[in-house]
């Protein structure tokens, strides 16, 4: 049985008449009788009485009137529902995001979010290292992460970042003497992987000895420690968002300053959530309406 057997049953039964009910459906008349004895003969119930005046339904086509309508309901909304999936309006967007796009990412997700309210969308703060592997991995389906991500990932540069000191006052003092005098304040390894290793790049690069380290698990306890004073922090420029006013950034010069931030995703992998993200993403930074 198909739904088109079920539409002429409850259109028939609408209109009580077969010209008017073929004339709904777009067709002959002889075609509306053979589907209507169709489905009586799968049933093997009659649903009509015919008469002089047109059909009108039987006690048993009376009972089953409603059970026909709710399945044609619920055709019609399991196709609008199967669209939506096809088309990326439902379904689920897991995103990645780290240091250098704690602000971007959270945009971009709830810009995505108004246009795609059917898509439930989760975001976590994730090394660039360990979005690489989950991306891999199918455990997330975009990530914020340090580009280029290692193959087979696909990406999309979004904007560069930079390293900046960040201290709680200019004294005058260079950058040796800061570190002379004051810890290092840096996140854990397995916190901050990429900006350890831009960190260590930049004082090779300058020759800089570092007195003393102290370590913290997130960017906004180094701030705070650095705002009491006791220590500086090389950290991302993006870090200007959430450093409050007191605080001063200064900037750094030298290749190993900079490095490109962007989206990446596995696109071994199809999902078109994913493909209709990347693309608000990047036609957004064409118009320069996300960041």
Known sequence: M???LLRAFVTLAEKG???QAAQTLSVSQPALTKQINLLESTLNVALFARGRHGSALTAAGQRLLPEAEKVLRQMAAFMQHASQVEKGGEGLLAAGFGLSSFILAPQCIAKFRAAYPGVDITLEDLPSAQQYDMLQRGELHIGFVRVPPPAP???HALFEDKLVLVVSEDNGEDMSERLRNRPLLRLY???AGGLNAQTDRFLQENLFHVSSVQRAEDIQTIVALVAAGIGVALLPESVVHIAPPEL???PLTGPATRWQVGIAWDARNEDVIRDNFVRMVTENLKAAACI
């Open 153 to 155: 990932l696909s990406y």
């Open 2 to 4: 198909n739904t088109r």
């Open 248 to 250: 001063k950034i200064l």
């Open 189 to 191: 390894t397995e916190r």
């Open 17 to 19: 008449n077969y010209a």
